[in-house]
């Protein structure tokens, strides 16, 4: 049976990432109500590295709604700003260079399951979540690929459930990546 709390912090993240696609500035309270929970979930199951993970997650959502609500248009929605190749570069360089980090610093010193797919797709989220932050079309494709390889290893570890949320938020980044896509050409039309 899953645990109710488990339940609502799941329908808290999807809902979450749903308003994020609508580019509504509500994904942030709504994100932050969802990785308040996840941490009651994950010190549960005495899982202390998501904790502080979920931690991590706190300072980057208020950073990322304060970023938002400087950048809203008429109707309340945040407008998406263009993210230049070079930069996306250095996010991703620095990315995968904190993946092999965090993955060499699991191997060596815990007991970790997929010490290395772990940390690379935490690294990865983060700069995901970073691009988000910055309101960039780019951080759609990243959760794609991110959440896909997410439900692989959720699957391979019996956490089924999880790896449907993650199937969902597949779904829900490619709405965020056709909507944002077409805010960013009606802004370009209007410009």
Not at 78 to 102: D, E, Y
Not at 111 to 137: C, E, F, K
Request: net charge positive; with cysteine.
């Amino acid at each position: 049976m899953i645990p109710l709390h488990e339940l609502a912090a799941a329908i808290l993240s999807a809902s979450a990432v749903w308003l994020t696609t609508r580019r509504s500035p509500w994904c942030f309270p709504v994100g932050l109500v969802s990785v308040s929970v996840y941490i009651w979930v994950y010190f549960d199951a005495r899982l202390y590295s998501e904790v502080l993970l979920q931690l991590l997650w706190v300072a980057m959502l208020l950073t990322g709604w304060w970023r938002w609500l400087r950048h809203l248009d008429t109707t309340g929605h945040v407008r998406v700003a263009p993210l230049a190749g070079r930069l996306a570069g250095l996010h991703l360089l620095g990315g995968i260079a904190t993946g092999l980090l965090l993955g060499y610093a699991m191997q060596r010193w815990t007991h970790a399951a997929l010490p290395w797919l772990d940390a690379m797709l935490t690294a990865l989220s983060l700069v995901g979540q970073l691009w988000q932050n910055r309101r960039h079309i780019a951080a759609w494709w990243m959760w794609i690929a991110v959440d896909l390889v997410y439900i692989g290893m959720f699957i391979n570890k019996h956490l089924f459930v999880t790896a449907l949320l993650y199937a969902g938020f597949v779904g829900l980044a490619a709405k965020g990546l056709r909507d944002w896509t077409r805010a960013a050409r009606r802004a370009e039309r209007g410009a």
